[in-house]
Nanobody, 119 residues
Framework: QVQLVESGGGLVQAGGSLRLSCAAS????????MGWFRQAPGKEREFVAA????????NLADSVKGRFIISRANAKNTVYLQMNSLKPEDTAVYYC????????????WGQGTQVTVSS
């Protein structure tokens, strides 16, 4: 498994921006697919974004397309989620996760970071 630690969450007004970071340690980070998920109060966890090991392939949920950008810096063992034009409905705990393959199960999870967007 890989150990993941998220940071960068906080309180922001609607229309604002935040950048989340996820630092990885353990198995070779550069070969993992990395994803971001979120869970709002009373709701199930949902997929937000994923990025391939090389960064050449990304996938974003429809709800965040055009507003969020996922990227990674393998030399720093870090994956990022740039969140722009934030909306109150983006309020959730955001988790990063690692998978061995694009279609595989995410088998390592961080502890999460809270993002709160005020209206």
């Amino acid at each position: 498994q890989v150990q993941l630690v998220e940071s960068g969450g906080g309180l922001v007004q609607a229309g604002g921006s935040l950048r989340l970071s996820c630092a990885a340690s353990g198995r070779t980070f550069s070969t993992d697919v990395m994803g971001w998920f979120r869970q709002a109060p009373g709701k199930e966890r949902e997929f937000v974004a994923a990025i391939s090991w090389s960064g050449s392939n990304t996938n974003l949920a429809d709800s965040v397309k055009g507003r969020f950008i996922i990227s990674r810096a393998n030399a720093k063992n870090t994956v990022y989620l740039q969140m722009n034009s934030l909306k109150p409905e983006d309020t959730a705990v955001y988790y990063c996760a690692a998978s061995r393959s694009w279609t595989g199960t995410y088998d390592s999870w961080g502890q999460g970071t809270q993002v709160t967007v005020s209206s």
